[in-house]
T-cell receptor, first 115, second 111 residues
Framework: GAVVSQHPSRVICKSGTSVKIECRSL??????MFWYRQFPKQSLMLMAT?????????EQGVEKDKFLINHASLTLSTLTVTSAHPEDSSFYIC???????????FGPGTRLTVT | AQRVTQPEKLLSVFKGAPVELKCNYS??????LFWYVQYSRQRLQLLLR??SRESIKGFTADLNKGETSFHLKKPFAQEEDSAMYYCPSLSAGAGSYQLTFGKGTKLSVIP
């Protein structure tokens, strides 16, 4: 089946710095990828839809200048958390739709800790 | 737009007992419903989708339009079924279909 990878799996950064998270579709192309955020013991919250070759679409309440998304190719989307603060600490998950467009393949997630 | 709710945050059952994870939806048209599962320390993965009408890992889910439900059932729970289960709704976004996740239900199977 389709595989989505994320890098890094976990990252610790200092407050005020920026962190980039990569999401790759390994054996298929994805013109669209999704970025989610998951707080401990809570559900996934859709942050934005990443579109190859165009601007990302952000969900209401998500700061686009804070969470920069770049869909550089058909297999790579990146999420950059700029000027990170401790409240940005969370589990960030990406996904990409499969052939049917209904099914999504999820990455393993990236644990971000801002100190 | 579709909306789904999972009324139970936590469900504990004994091994071998039947299990039913509830999912209720509200949508005036033909709903697109799924069950996703997240095992401990693993990524989220698709378990079932209603149009396939298949059984995966012993689980089935039937769309009940009269009760507007899509409950996930298994006749005999196993310890390895312990996980978080989500019944997301599907909606059309900007050029793509989006999944919106509710709070999910944590299933704990007691040995």
């Amino acid at each position: 089946g389709a595989v989505v990878s994320q890098h890094p799996s976990r990252v610790i950064c200092k407050s005020g710095t920026s962190v980039k998270i990569e999401c790759r579709s390994l054996d298929f192309q994805a013109t669209t990828m999704f970025w989610y955020r998951q707080f401990p013991k809570q559900s996934l919250m859709l942050m934005a839809t990443s579109n190859e070759g165009s601007k990302a679409t952000y969900e209401q309440g998500v700061e686009k200048d804070k969470f920069l998304i770049n869909h550089a190719s058909l297999t790579l989307s990146t999420l950059t958390v700029t000027s990170a603060h401790p409240e940005d600490s969370s589990f960030y998950i990406c996904s990409a739709p499969g052939e049917t467009n209904y099914e999504q393949y999820f990455g393993p997630g990236t644990r971000l800790t801002v100190t | 737009a579709q909306r789904v709710t999972q009324p139970e945050k936590l469900l504990s059952v004994f091994k071998g007992a039947p299990v039913e994870l509830k999912c209720n939806y509200s949508y005036s048209g033909s709903p697109e419903l799924f069950w996703y599962v997240q095992y401990s320390r693993q990524r989220l993965q698709l378990l079932l989708r209603h149009i396939s009408r298949e059984s995966i890992k012993g689980f089935t889910a039937d769309l009940n339009k009269g009760e507007t439900s899509f409950h996930l059932k298994k006749p005999f729970a196993q310890e390895e079924d312990s996980a978080m289960y989500y019944c997301p709704s599907l909606s059309a976004g900007a050029g793509s279909y989006q999944l919106t996740f509710g709070k999910g239900t944590k299933l704990s199977v007691i040995p």
